[in-house]
Nanobody, 116 residues
Framework: QVQLVESGGGLLVQPGGSLRLSCSAS????????MGWYRQAPGKQRDLVAT???????VYADSVKGRFTISRDNAKNTVYLQMNSLKPEDTAVYYC?????????WGQGSQVTVSS
């Protein structure tokens, strides 16, 4: 069983501001795994934000390229999402994701609200 615990969300941020989300993984998982962030705005589907492989290869959604940075600390089994130049359209619930050995796990979700 794998548990993902997110932190850093639940805040109101002004447009142009920054925020960092963290997600720590615990439990029984070994080997190569990919971690990432997805987000879901009200009434919309859950979409990819960014992923990072165990070798630190990254993938970003076009809408966040140049503004968001994903990173990971393998020693701590933790993934981070640094979000800069936030826009109102970034408002969503952000979910941490871990994929390993054909299984997929999700965090509890963190609300990010960007508004003046």
């Amino acid at each position: 069983q794998v548990q993902l615990v997110e932190s850093g969300g639940g805040l109101l941020v002004q447009p142009g501001g920054s925020l960092r989300l963290s997600c720590s993984a615990s439990g029984s998982f070994f080997g190569i795994y990919t971690m990432g962030w997805y987000r879901q705005a009200p009434g919309k589907q859950r979409d990819l934000v960014a992923t990072i492989s165990s070798r630190s290869s990254t993938v970003y959604a076009d809408s966040v390229k140049g503004r968001f940075t994903i990173s990971r600390d393998n020693a701590k089994n933790t993934v981070y999402l640094q979000m800069n130049s936030l826009k109102p359209e970034d408002t969503a619930v952000y979910y941490c994701n871990l994929r390993v050995a054909g299984s997929e796990y999700w965090g509890q979700g963190s609300q990010v609200t960007v508004s003046s």
